[in-house]
């Protein structure tokens, strides 16, 4: 009898112990059936469809870009856009059949899909605004101006235009660079001549202690004033100071001149940096030598 009543009380522990179990499954099994009533399963294999024929679109264009380009070398940069605005229409066209053949629109998808959209337009939207705002204040405030060579976040080139939502830069080696305008409401930016053809130029030289420093500063102040590029009209001006590091004590004579265009800023200091060099080497100047550093070891 005892067996019995304790073989009872087993089972009625194991179905009351199971109750919340199912309880708890009943929502979860609710919810898979929403999310499967909402799939359009006759057109999954459709959409499996619609996404290869996509594919073999976007494949077929770019083995045609990529045979232009290799034939006509000078079409390449054409056939390249082009491919950028058929890949987006694709990717465009593909993405709406697939979400229209597999899921059935109703009202309650219709309102999510809304909201997410209103959602992201309105985050789009404040960033556009904020560089509308930001083109704005660059255009009145006119920190620089297009042509200017400026120095911007380590950046150095010409302002080639000035938009209303970003700003181009051309480095010196030819590199296009597409800053947001409101990156120029809290950096420091760097303008080297402002408006003007002419910009200063500062290039230094390094000599050693013992050296005819007069000599040395004339040497560099008549190599300025014979460059072609020289903007005469400026001053030229050449600084002496010494310069001690850890490996070298030197004199540093830095000239200060303008050259007569910003586009000849880099020829400006080659043609003054060779002939100063040969000039020095003829007249027996002699750069600093490094000092070489010793360490002693106890023994």
């Not at 255009?139 to 620089?144: A, K, S």
């Not at 030289?205 to 040395?216: E, K, S």
């Not at 080497?281 to 600093?288: A, G, L, M, S, V």
Request: with cysteine; net charge neutral; proline share 3%.
């Amino acid at each position: 009898m005892n067996s019995i009543i304790l073989r009872n009380l087993f089972i009625l522990l194991g179905l009351v112990t199971s109750l919340p179990v199912v309880a708890a499954t009943e929502p979860n099994l609710e919810s898979l059936t929403e999310i499967a009533n909402l799939i359009r399963w006759s057109g999954v294999f459709m959409s499996i469809i619609v996404v290869f024929i996509a594919w073999l679109m976007l494949k077929f264009t770019q083995n045609i870009v990529d045979s232009i380009g290799s034939q006509f070398a000078q079409r390449r940069m054409l056939a390249q856009k082009l491919q950028s605005f058929f890949q987006f229409f694709v990717y465009m066209t593909a993405g709406i059949s697939v979400f229209m053949l597999s899921f059935r629109v109703d009202d309650r998808v219709l309102t999510l899909i809304g909201g997410t959209l209103a959602v992201s337009v309105g985050f789009a939207l404040k960033d556009l605004a904020a560089s509308f705002i930001a083109g704005l204040t660059v255009m009145i405030d006119r920190p620089f101006q297009v042509g200017d060579r400026v120095t911007f976040e380590g950046h150095y080139g010409d302002i080639i235009t000035i938009g209303l939502r970003s700003v181009r830069m051309q480095t010196l080696t030819d590199d296009i660079i597409t800053i947001p305008n409101n990156k120029f409401l809290s950096d420091v930016v760097i303008s080297g001549n402002y408006g003007a053809l002419d910009m200063q130029v500062v290039i230094p030289f390094y000599v050693a202690l013992n050296q005819d420093l007069t000599l040395a500063s004339d040497i560099i102040r008549e190599a300025a004033a014979s460059s072609r590029y020289i903007h005469l009209p400026k001053p030229i001006v050449v600084l002496v100071k010494q310069d001690i590091n850890d490996s070298y004590f030197a004199i540093k004579l830095t000239l200060k001149a303008y050259v007569l265009d910003i586009k000849f800023e880099k020829l400006f200091e080659t043609d003054i940096t060779l002939r100063v060099m040969q000039e020095f080497k003829k007249q027996n100047i002699c750069p600093p030598s490094i000092m070489q550093s010793t360490k002693l070891s106890r023994e």
